[in-house]
């Protein structure tokens, strides 16, 4: 990674433009609009309010400047001086992105998080609340642009959800790939996005991606919050699939495991995988010492 000062775009930032340009749509969560309408060397001011949503610049000219300001869930908002202590961000490009370059600007200083064409991989960072961040656009000069689009989805969370703050936000550090403690298990079946009980069928991996995705044959679906797993396997058994970095190593094996995770972009990521005897074992423990955060089915 590499960093610029802001203060290199001043002659851009010369010429600020406003909320919404000529020939742009937006609503609270995304954005569309076009470079032909900005006024050469502008820079166009956004601003996003919503936990996800996504941003398309067709024609990429001068630049945009997007402040992601997501609101606080009305229980976090009211809470007596509740506030987030940090909140996590995610940016996966769309296959066609071109035309502009993204970078995150943290105090002034701009770190490059998607140059032109990048792999579809997801990128993801935090800032605190009182810290100054904005996603910062740059059209790259091309003679013709008539063929660019640069757009992207984001999601964002925080620690007043009271749950990891996105799965793809630890997916790069050293703990990705670490088995869950008793205590990480029992909240993940909390609050996880879902939660499958079944066996492995299969497991492919994406070097491109660097993505390991776990095909399950589910055996019983204690939650989900989309329809990630369907039927399509053996009778009366739904399969899906789960994805983890592909550097954790995941090899197909037999047994009953409990599948955890959250919804990614679409994507069902894995958090917690404990075998299905173990966590029996430890929510039974829990439950007789009155330590299980929430009570659970179990066979």
């Not at 002659?11 to 937006?26: D, K, Q, R, V």
């Not at 229980?75 to 296959?95: E, L, Y």
């Not at 656009?137 to 009271?162: C, K, M, N, V």
Request: glycine content about 12%; aromatic content about 8%.
């Amino acid at each position: 990674m590499w960093a610029l000062r802001a203060l290199c775009l001043a002659g851009l930032g010369a010429a600020i433009g406003g909320g919404g340009g000529g020939g742009a749509s937006a609503d609270q969560c995304s954005w569309r609009g076009s470079g032909l309408s900005q006024e050469a060397g502008s820079v166009e001011q956004l601003s996003l309010h919503c936990a996800e949503g996504s941003l398309e610049w067709l024609y990429p000219t001068g630049a945009l400047r997007l402040r992601l300001a997501p609101r606080l869930p009305p229980a976090a908002a009211s809470a007596k001086g509740r506030s987030p202590q940090h909140v996590t961000a995610c940016v996966k490009p769309a296959g066609t992105f071109r035309g502009a370059q993204l970078y995150l600007e943290r105090e002034g200083v701009l770190e490059l998080l998607l140059p032109e064409a990048p792999r579809p991989r997801v990128r993801c960072f935090s800032w605190l609340p009182r810290e100054k961040v904005a996603l910062f656009l740059q059209a790259t000069p091309h003679p013709d642009i008539s063929r660019r689009i640069a757009a992207f989805r984001y999601e964002l969370r925080g620690d007043w959800l009271a749950r990891p703050a996105l799965p793809a936000a630890s997916l790069t550090g050293e703990g990705a790939c670490r088995p869950c403690n008793d205590t990480e298990i029992l909240m993940a079946i909390c609050t996880s996005d879902f939660v499958i009980r079944g066996s492995i069928r299969s497991v492919s991996n994406d070097v491109e991606l660097q993505e390991s995705v776990i095909g399950v044959s589910a055996a019983r679906i204690h939650r989900q919050k989309f329809p990630l797993f369907q039927a399509g396997g053996r009778p009366g058994r739904p399969v899906g699939s789960i994805r983890t970095p592909l550097r954790c190593g995941v090899k197909p094996g037999p047994g009953t495991f409990l599948f955890t995770g959250w919804l990614h972009f679409g994507e069902a990521w894995l958090s917690c995988a404990p075998r299905y005897r173990d966590f029996q074992r430890i929510y039974e423990g829990a439950r007789r010492t009155r330590q299980n955060p929430c009570e659970f089915p179990v066979d």
